[in-house]
């Protein structure tokens, strides 16, 4: 069993899967600080400066925990929704990017075929054509 799992964990798709999440994971962290730290601070100076990671509708009040510190009531936090589809939108155009690019580097270039010759039908009647034009001996 032991060589059968190692035989699994060793073969390419596994490791290539492993890696794609890997850089995925990485790849999430850098678009949520884009999205959070360079795009959504000047989206929200545009709008009157809204911060979207503080828009919420509150459900419930802010209490005082027994160590003193507060602790956040419900809400519905309406703006974090918001960075989310940001973050979605990016991540699926950049992924759109990587993908078109790969395709046309991988593209195979069109076989243009060259024009059809006239059938062996087509042949046959020109003869039989030609032969009843000749005047006969």
Do not use: C, W
């Amino acid at each position: 069993m032991l060589q059968e799992f190692k035989a699994f964990i060793l073969k390419g798709n596994v490791l290539e899967l492993a890696t794609a999440v890997i850089i995925a994971a990485a790849f999430g962290a850098i678009v949520t600080s884009l999205t959070n730290d360079v795009l959504m601070p000047p989206i929200g100076q545009l709008l009157g400066g809204v911060d979207f990671s503080e828009l919420a509708i509150p459900l419930t009040d802010d209490t005082i925990g027994p160590n003193g510190e507060v602790v956040e009531g419900a809400a519905i936090r309406y703006g974090r929704f918001i960075q989310t589809i940001i973050d979605f939108l990016i991540i699926a155009f950049a992924v759109f990017l990587i993908i078109r690019s790969y395709n046309r580097m991988t593209a195979k270039p069109k076989v243009v075929a060259a024009p059809a010759g006239p059938t062996e039908i087509e042949l046959l009647r020109e003869i039989r054509d030609s032969l009843a034009r000749r005047p006969l001996p």
